[in-house]
């Protein structure tokens, strides 16, 4: 029979897998994106890409925002001035993740026909595949983030509720970290990076405003999906969405567009910057 003592460090052994240890992080300002509405980050050798977000159609009515003069959207090079290197077209919509790996740029839709636009450094299309474990013939969902790493894919799906890793030559799917749940704060994903061992995900709380956010990070094992530690950003820092790590600095963007806030509501918005700890 298990005793007191034994049934009470199994549960503190509990708890702590479910949110790890706790830190603070703040946000500082880096440079301005080339394009208006940078939703998606992932670093290189040869620097910064920032994937770009447009709203058309009945999203452009929601916030009030013109129709763009063109559907394409943009994946950009930059150093790390924020110099623009090169600019690859993509027709990807709504772009919300992005990764750049095995010569191409892979952007990821969160509007209709939604999927993965993987797209060569000439801005050639080469395919665009759903997230999947969807129904077939139906659209698998929208997604948030992805990374590439060790030759593989990794797509932060909304409608799987979990980062999956998928192999980009056959697309099946080999491996998911089931996302961080903490209902009612965070439930808002973006942005995934992949530092040693540990997967980052950008997580939020649905709100009406700026001043009301309350982003923060989580880091999983990458081997068992166990949550090791959260972290919060202190109040007034950027809106963060994607996700990326150089130098073991992480570096982040604020698109200026969030659902249910007025437009350009953070301070930030249209803004590269870096997150650090405190």
């Known amino acids: 029979m298990m005793t007191k003592r034994e ?8 708890a702590f897998a479910q949110t790890g240890k706790k ?8 440079f301005k994106a080339p394009q208006a509405n940078p939703n998606a980050v992932s670093v290189t050798p040869e620097g910064l890409w920032i994937g770009e977000q447009k709203l058309s159609g009945a999203q452009a009515k929601q916030y009030n925002l ?6 394409d959207e943009t994946a950009c090079l930059v150093d790390w001035n924020g110099k623009l290197l090169k600019t690859v077209t993509t027709p ?14 892979w952007m ?8 993965v636009f993987q797209v060569d450094m000439n801005s050639k299309l080469i395919s665009h595949r759903q997230i999947p474990l969807g129904p077939p013939g139906v659209d698998g969902g929208g997604s948030h983030g992805g990374v590439w790493h060790d030759g593989k894919l990794w797509i932060a799906s909304l409608r799987l509720r979990g980062n999956i890793r998928v192999d980009p030559k056959t697309w099946e799917p080999d491996y998911m970290i ?14 995934i990076a992949i530092q040693d061992d540990s997967m980052w995900q950008v997580v939020g709380n649905d709100c009406k405003s700026h001043a009301e956010y309350r ?11 166990r949550v090791l530690e959260v972290v919060e950003f202190l109040p007034g820092s950027s809106d963060p969405h994607g996700l990326a790590i150089h130098d073991g600095k992480m570096i982040s963007c604020d698109a200026g567009i969030h659902p ?10 249209g803004w590269i910057f870096q997150i650090d700890f405190v």
């Open 7 to 14: 049934f009470l460090a199994l549960g503190m052994g509990t």
């Open 178 to 191: 089931p996302f961080y749940q903490s209902f009612p704060n965070w439930i808002r994903y973006h942005g």
């Open 92 to 105: 990807s919509r709504n772009t919300s993740g992005m990764a750049v790996g095995g010569g191409y740029v």
């Open 108 to 115: 990821i839709a969160n509007a209709a026909p939604e999927g």
């Open 260 to 269: 249910n806030w007025p437009n350009g509501d953070s301070p930030t918005a």
């Open 215 to 225: 982003p923060g990070l989580v880091r999983h094992d990458m081997k068992t999906g």
């Open 66 to 71: 013109p129709e763009p003069k063109s559907l």
């Open 23 to 30: 830190r603070k992080a703040k946000t500082t300002k880096m």
